[in-house]
């Protein structure tokens, strides 16, 4: 998506030459717009397919998720990265999500009232590097006995393995971005997937 590239060059910030800060538009103050046309191309790509829920993981991922259910007409569920108290233990669905950038892992956490077996699920998110969150949004879907229909992405680091291990579960990748490499303060593309 062009419009994605040149904000990332414009407004992107590069650290210890792999870490992309985009936090001017994409994930701590968002560009509404942006959002808007990028939900646009995402239903496009999928609008072939019967999806019925949205699925993320908060926080960064909401915003886009949110803007793909309403083009789609379907609820987003967010995983939630702490348990609530409301929740009782067999009520969710969990997985370990490790967080390249925060050096974190978190158990993530979905009631089992809001995805299902009948579900067809999109999983939306604004970064794929080493793939560790789609990883885990697949694995509770997969809890849940629902169908992974396809994972659209704002920004992919291409250079990292998320992709890969993606595609060996056969899943249906959408990056609007693909970030070759971040060398030398330096951002390199490769062709997007909505381009292609």
């Known amino acids: 998506m062009k419009l994605l590239r040149e904000m990332i060059v414009k407004d992107g910030k590069i650290y210890d030459n792999n870490v992309l800060k985009v936090d001017s538009f994409l994930n701590h103050q968002i560009d509404a717009c942006l959002m808007q046309k990028m939900a646009e191309v995402f239903y496009k790509y999928f609008k072939e397919e019967e999806i019925t829920k949205i699925l993320t993981i908060e926080a960064s991922g909401i915003a886009p998720a949110i803007m793909v259910a309403n083009l789609f007409k379907v609820p987003m569920i967010f995983a939630k990265k702490s348990k609530p108290s409301t929740l009782k233990g067999e009520d969710v669905f969990t997985a370990e999500v490790h967080s390249y950038t925060k050096n974190k892992t978190n158990t993530v956490v979905v009631s089992n009232k809001f995805i299902t077996k009948t579900d067809k699920v999109l999983i939306i998110d604004d970064f794929l590097a080493n793939g560790q969150a789609t990883l885990g949004l697949?694995?509770?879907?997969?809890?849940?006995?629902?169908?992974?229909?396809?994972?659209?992405?704002?920004?992919?680091?291409?250079?990292?393995?998320?992709?890969?291990?993606?595609?060996?579960?056969?899943?249906?990748i959408c990056s609007l971005c693909r970030i070759k490499s971040l060398e030398n303060n330096e951002v390199k593309f490769d062709i997007a997937d909505d381009e292609k």
Do not use: C, M, W
């Open 138 to 172: 697949i694995e509770i879907a997969e809890k849940s006995g629902a169908d992974v229909i396809g994972v659209g992405i704002l920004v992919e680091k291409s250079f990292q393995d998320g992709r890969k291990l993606l595609e060996e579960k056969n899943i249906n």
